[in-house]
């Protein structure tokens, strides 16, 4: 062993690796839970093995080999997880039905600390976030495992073919095959390939509007923020919606009970988001969903609201109930990138 590993103990060396390779199991899986499991086995199997490793880009290269196993055999033989748009046409509010789906189907949210790192070059850092996005990570899910894992790290880590050929135990020709079809396939997808807008001005600004049209149920002001062809969908429900009118007829139909709601801000999967309370019965607001926003060209293209709250809020730290009666979330957006 080295004097590094014989002075600073390993547990302490693999633990530097748990966020980027938590990043990239949860681009492979899908699932934050299943990240987080997946990077716990890589951490096992590196501390029962790391005798026979030197320096730290070996070290690297060897857990994320591990890693990319544990995460393939974890996909073996299993459906991908997916978004409700991925699984079946638009609903309307006339024929969407209350039908649930169990969570392994569903692509999850992640805080982006759990996930992202929080320094490095600014141009990698962007693509890492851009590549977490839910658009982005539901395109992965269509790839094939292999695929799925030479994308990640030729076109989000930035690894040479070389090296990802090494990795896989395949040729340099194989992943560069891989890359193509991956490629091709996340080109066909609009939404995946569409970058996501740094967190500017303007798009504080959008959110900021978007948030008091929403508290105040503002249902002309929040249209005025939407894209004409705006999704919106609300898993463990597999159905979706799609367009102005059918947003606006399911939140004064449906929805109703979001009247009066607050909004607290957080981040996830690269961006803003935000923790919904309903009113509660016995006064106060109570947890209903994490909304993340989908932005584009200056106008919100797709909303996510996920209604596991008992889970997602205390991962992503929102308390659980809002007393006051004040305003919530009109200002302090996360920073942009």
């Known amino acids: 062993m080295t004097d590094l590993m014989t002075e600073e103990p390993v547990e302490l060396r693999l633990e530097r690796f748990r966020t980027e390779l938590t990043g990239y199991c ?81 692509i999850g949210p992640a805080p982006d600390g759990r996930i992202l790192p929080e320094t490095g070059d600014p141009a990698e850092v962007a693509a890492q976030r851009d590549s977490v996005r839910l658009a982005f990570v539901a395109v992965l899910q269509r790839l094939a495992p292999r695929q799925r894992a030479v994308l990640i790290l030729r076109e989000v880590l930035g690894w040479r073919a070389a090296e990802v050929a090494e990795l896989l135990g395949v ?115 109570e947890p209903w969903s994490l909304i993340v926003p989908e932005v584009s060209e200056g106008r919100i293209t797709g909303l996510t609201n996920f209604l596991d709250t008992d889970t997602l809020f205390p991962l992503f730290g929102l308390p659980p109930r809002l007393t006051g009666s004040g305003e919530t979330s009109r200002k302090n957006f996360p920073e942009g990138r």
């Open 171 to 285: 040729t340099v020709a194989s992943v560069n095959s891989a890359l193509q079809r991956a490629r091709a396939v996340l080109a066909a997808d609009g939404a995946a390939a569409r970058p996501t807008p740094d967190l500017d001005d303007d798009h504080r600004a959008l959110l900021a509007r978007y948030v008091t049209a929403f508290e105040r149920y503002d249902m002309d002001g929040l249209a005025a923020l939407l894209h004409e062809d705006v999704t919106l969908n609300m898993p463990p429900y597999a159905l979706w919606l799609r367009g102005h009118a059918e947003l606006r007829a399911w939140m004064l139909g449906p929805g109703h009970g979001c009247r009066g709601s607050r909004l607290v801000p957080v981040t996830a999967n690269g961006g803003p988001a935000f923790g919904q309370y309903r009113p509660g019965p016995a006064g106060g607001h």
């Open 26 to 106: 949860y681009r492979m899986l899908g699932s934050l839970f299943e990240a987080e499991d997946a990077v716990q086995e890589t951490m096992v199997r590196a501390w029962r093995g790391h005798q026979g490793f030197e320096g730290r880009a070996a070290l690297r290269s060897w857990l994320y080999r591990i890693a990319t196993n544990v995460c393939l055999d974890a996909l073996n033989g299993r459906r991908n997880r997916a978004r409700p748009m991925d699984l079946a046409g638009p609903s309307t509010v006339a024929t969407a039905t209350d039908a649930q789906l169990p969570e392994v189907t569903w």
